[in-house]
Structure formats: structure tokens, C-alpha cells
């Protein structure tokens, strides 16, 4: 294997390989990361980050953001949550669940694509207005004693958590969408150079509406089992949850520019900020510290990203400079 193929594989597995130095690094830290009880807290705890990245992920490839997730998965918990006590239909507080998340993304859809808001603005405006209305809604108060609601985010089918289910078939559409559809290819189209996109024939803007959707289908189902696992409907839950969505994106190889970004590698870099978490709370690690640490690797990752591809933009400038030349 020549340097050239060495550094192309260790670029395309990088994240894989960090991955597993870290579940290396957090078993030999505590004697209790690699007990059954602590890796399956682990996985429950993921569930809802895994789903919020994977949002992040696919607005974040075609060049957007949404900053009003973790707000919206408030939202549309505390009324699943609400429709459920009513009905005691399961059913019917999924359905208000995805409902609320496609109204509220939807929203942020129009602002983004007919009115060019950018998205930075349009989703910052959207965390404030579903926030505030959880809050109006539920009084402030949390909605207690959900019953059989809990099963969604702590119940079992055999030895596996319902929620890793969830997540392990969301996994499998999302791949599907990115790999083997014209509009996951649309989204790197857009992301990359979305006037060339557009020239080629793409439609940017049902794109961006179809994106928006999905997350709001994917934060409304988060809502759901965020509300079922803590027991609760609680409307100041889930604070900063876009951070954690856009930090497992970013980190798990997704470019905060656009054109980039894996499945895989997005579980992996959900995984990583997972352990991460999960060792820090074990060796007692100070919560305000926490946040430091992590508001640092979005930092790094984005700065990492971004002086990749500049990186990249000069060796192609270079590569064709000196083929000019050769013709010269």
C-alpha cells in the first residue's frame, strides 16, 4: 500500500479509529464504563442524541442548520406527552409528536427557502417561540405520572431497549435516503455549490423543505422518547440538545460547509461524544468543566474542518497550476 492509499484510508476510517481508541481510553478510566448496566444506560442515553444528529446531519450537508431542535423536541414532547394522558393512545401522541415537529420545521422551511432568511436566524427565532410556547402551555409545570407512555424510552422487546430499536431502523432509512435516493444526492449537490446544483437541474428549494421535514419528524420522535425515558413531560427539557445534535454531526466528519457528511460516521461521532459524557460523569468530572470540554471539540472540530478543505482547495488549485504549465 502506497503513502497516497495509506493516507486516503486512514482519512475515510479516521473517525472509526478514534472511536475505538476511545472505548479503550473511558474502560481503562473506570473499572464501571464496560459493566452491562453502564453501556446499556449508554445506549438508552444516545437514542435521542443519534436522532438529533442525524437532523443536524442531513440540513448541515446541504449547506443549513436548525438551532431550534432541542426547543421543538420540548414542544412536541410535552403535547405527546399531554395527547396521551387525554387518549391513552399511543398512536395518536406519536402522530401530535411528528405533527408539532413538521409545523415547526415547515415554518423554518419557508423563512429558509422563499424569504432567503438564513438559516442561523430563522431556526434562533423558531428556539425562542417553541420554548416559549411549551412553557405557556404547560404553565412552567412538568406533566407527571405518564403510565404507559414510559415504555417508549424504558421498555424492552427481549434484551434490547425499544428506543436502540427505534434508532436502529431510523439508521437504516437515513442511510438509505443519502446512499440509493436522487434526493440524497441532491443534498450534497446543494451543499457543495447549490447554484451549480440548481443549474443541473435540482430543486433546491423542495430539497430544503423536504430537509426541514425530516427533522422535524426526527425531533418530534426524540421528543417523545426524551418525555417517556425521563417520565415526565417536561418543557424546559432538552436545553442545548442542538449543541449535542450539531457536535455529533461535526465530529463524526460532517462539514460544517456543506457536501459532506456520513451515516456512519455520524453514529460514530455520536458514539464518541457519548463515552466521552458517560466517562466524565464516572470519574466525577465537574458539570460546568463538561460544558468547557465540549463547547472546545466543536470548536477544534469545525476549525479542523475547515482547514481540511482549504487544505484540499490548494492542492487542486496547485494540481491544476502545474497542468497549465505542462501544457505551457
Not at 417553541?130 to 421498555?155: E, P
Not at 422535524?216 to 426524540?222: N, V
Amino acid at each position: 500500500m502506497n503513502k497516497q492509499k495509506l493516507s486516503a484510508y486512514l482519512q475515510r476510517f479516521s473517525i472509526f479509529i478514534v472511536l475505538i481508541v476511545m472505548f479503550l481510553v473511558c474502560s481503562l478510566l473506570s473499572p464501571y464504563f464496560l459493566t452491562p448496566n453502564n453501556l446499556m444506560n449508554v445506549a438508552r442515553q444516545l437514542c435521542v442524541g443519534i436522532l438529533l444528529a442525524y437532523a443536524e446531519m442531513i440540513l448541515i450537508v446541504s449547506g443549513f442548520l436548525d438551532l431550534s431542535i432541542g426547543s421543538v423536541l420540548a414542544l412536541a414532547g410535552v403535547l405527546s406527552v399531554s395527547c396521551f394522558k387525554s387518549t391513552h393512545s399511543m398512536l395518536l401522541a406519536l402522530l401530535v409528536a411528528f405533527a408539532v415537529g413538521v409545523v415547526c420545521n415547515l415554518i423554518n422551511a419557508t423563512f429558509v427557502a422563499q424569504f432567503n432568511v438564513p438559516a442561523f436566524i430563522a431556526t434562533l427565532g423558531m428556539q425562542q417561540v417553541a420554548r416559549g410556547v411549551a412553557l405557556y402551555y404547560t404553565g412552567g409545570a412538568n406533566i407527571l405520572q405518564l403510565g404507559k407512555f414510559v415504555k417508549l424510552g424504558q421498555g424492552m422487546l427481549g434484551p434490547i431497549p425499544i428506543p436502540v430499536l427505534i434508532v436502529l431502523v431510523i439508521t437504516v432509512i437515513v442511510w438509505y435516503l443519502f446512499n440509493h435516493t436522487r434526493y440524497g444526492r441532491s443534498l450534497y449537490a446543494i451543499g457543495g455549490n447549490r447554484k451549480a446544483a440548481e443549474a443541473s437541474g435540482i430543486n433546491a428549494k423542495k430539497s430544503i423543505y423536504i430537509s426541514y421535514i425530516i427533522c422535524g419528524l426526527l425531533a418530534g420522535l426524540a421528543g417523545a422518547i426524551f418525555m417517556a425515558r425521563n417520565n415526565s413531560g417536561i418543557p424546559n427539557g432538552a436545553v442545548g440538545y442542538e449543541m449535542t445534535g450539531l457536535t455529533a454531526a461535526i465530529v463524526g466528519g460532517t462539514s460544517f460547509s456543506g457536501g459532506v457528511g456520513t451515516v456512519m460516521g455520524t453514529v460514530a461521532g455520536a458514539f464518541i461524544i457519548g463515552f466521552l459524557e458517560n466517562i466524565m460523569n464516572l470519574i466525577g468530572v465537574n458539570s460546568y468543566i463538561q460544558s468547557i470540554i465540549e463547547g472546545a471539540i466543536i470548536v477544534f472540530a469545525v476549525a479542523f474542518d475547515i482547514r481540511s478543505k482549504n487544505r484540499k482547495t490548494t492542492k487542486q488549485i496547485m494540481a491544476v497550476k502545474d497542468e497549465d504549465a505542462k501544457k505551457g
